[in-house]
Structures are given as structure tokens and as C-alpha cells.
T-cell receptor, first 116, second 111 residues
């Protein structure tokens, strides 16, 4: 297992375009989280899945943001009609509910979005 | 409102120095506090603390929690340039272990 994988690692887009990020969590982890991190700030929670069910969404997640985890494995985060304020690092994390390291989030390397 | 506050925001020291990073919290239904190290990419897990007064140690890094005064410290002794990173403190909220992070402490080690 190679940990949490995210792609693309970098995305530059023009304002108004749609972008999609993918996250492949650690295979045995049933919990998956999306965070956003801007310069000088800690990661901010966006949304959380347990298996395929999206159980919580932050108020930060506007209607332009949507996340899915269709088969309880990988997840996608889509941003429609991007704005310059969406420029940030989008981090995915996963965790297991049991076993060694239970409830400890393992993060991916992130997808950096730049909106011009 | 739940919050996690880290200090200092940034710290520059010489290689070999010892540093202490601070994290204070105000959280309802506190269960644990986690420390992460973030270099240029993914935050990597360092420690999870649940009990007051019990030091967690890994090499030159150690951490302790004070649940009465609502803070934790992360100590790094004999610092090396590879310790340069942002150190994040986080507390899980709610039943899904969603983490609330502090703003982090940016540590720079000068050779």
C-alpha cells in the first residue's frame, strides 16, 4: 500500500472553468476527508465520507463544490465555475475506525489549484 | 466556538538548539490532541495524546498534554535542518474524528 494518493498534483485553470480532483485512500480505510489549506493557515475541513455516504459538509463548501465517493473507495472533488478565491491546496485524508492508528488521519500530498 | 491556537506562528533557531512549540485548545467533549509535521506536502502524523502528564517520545521529539490547563507542547531537542517544517496541532471534533487544526508553527533551522 502506497498511502493516500491524489491527482493531479498541480492544476492551473482560468476563472470560470471546472476542475476535478481525485483521491485514492488507503485501501482498508473506510473514512475519507477533504480539507483545503491556504498559505499560512492550517487545513480547513470541507467534507467527510464513511464508505460511500457523505456524512458531513462544511459551510465552507459552497454550491459550486461537490464531492463523491461512489463505491466507497476513491473520491472526487469537483469545483464548478472556479473563482480566484478557490486557489488553495486541496488535501485528502483517510482513516480506519479500528486497529492500530485508528482515528489517526493519513494525508495525501495534496492537489494545488491555481485559478488565474 | 471550538478553537485551537498555536504559538509562536514562526520560529527561527540555529541547528542544535532546543525548541518548544505550544498548542492551546478550547473544545467541547475533548478526547485527544494530535501533532503533525508538514514539509512541502502532506502533513505526517507525529503524536496523539489522550492523557494528561504522559509524555510521548520519538527520538528527539517529545510531547505532553495538560488537560487541566488545556494545552500541549511539542519539544524538539538538538534540532537539525531536516526539522524545518510547519508543525500543526489538531483536535478531533464530533463522532467522525474530523480534525480542527491550528494555524501551525513554521520552524526554520539555520545551519
Amino acid at each position: 500500500d502506497t498511502g493516500v494518493s491524489q491527482n493531479p498534483r498541480h492544476k492551473i485553470t482560468k476563472r470560470g472553468q471546472n476542475v476535478t480532483f481525485r483521491c485514492d485512500p488507503i485501501s482498508e480505510h473506510n473514512r475519507l476527508y477533504w480539507y483545503r489549506q491556504t498559505l499560512g493557515q492550517g487545513p480547513e475541513f470541507l467534507t467527510y465520507f464513511q464508505n460511500e455516504a457523505q456524512l458531513e459538509k462544511s459551510r465552507l463548501l459552497s454550491d459550486r463544490f461537490s464531492a463523491e465517493r461512489p463505491k466507497g473507495s476513491f473520491s472526487t472533488l469537483e469545483i464548478q465555475r472556479t473563482e480566484q478565491g478557490d486557489s488553495a491546496m486541496y488535501l485528502c485524508a483517510s482513516s480506519s475506525r479500528s486497529g492500530f492508528g485508528a482515528n489517526v488521519l493519513t494525508f495525501g500530498a495534496g492537489s494545488r489549484l491555481t485559478v488565474l | 466556538e471550538d478553537k485551537v491556537v498555536q504559538s509562536p506562528l514562526s520560529l527561527v533557531v540555529h541547528e542544535g538548539d532546543t525548541v518548544t512549540l505550544n498548542c492551546s485548545y478550547e473544545v467541547t467533549n475533548f478526547r485527544s490532541l494530535l501533532w503533525y509535521k508538514q514539509e512541502k506536502k502532506a502533513p505526517t502524523f507525529l503524536f496523539m495524546l489522550t492523557s494528561s502528564g504522559i509524555e510521548k517520545k520519538s527520538g528527539r521529539l517529545s510531547s505532553i498534554l495538560d488537560k487541566k490547563e488545556l494545552f500541549s507542547i511539542l519539544n524538539i531537542t538538538a534540532t537539525q535542518t531536516g526539522d524545518s517544517a510547519i508543525y500543526l496541532c489538531a483536535v478531533p471534533l464530533g463522532g467522525n474524528e474530523k480534525l480542527t487544526f491550528g494555524t501551525g508553527t513554521r520552524l526554520t533551522i539555520i545551519p
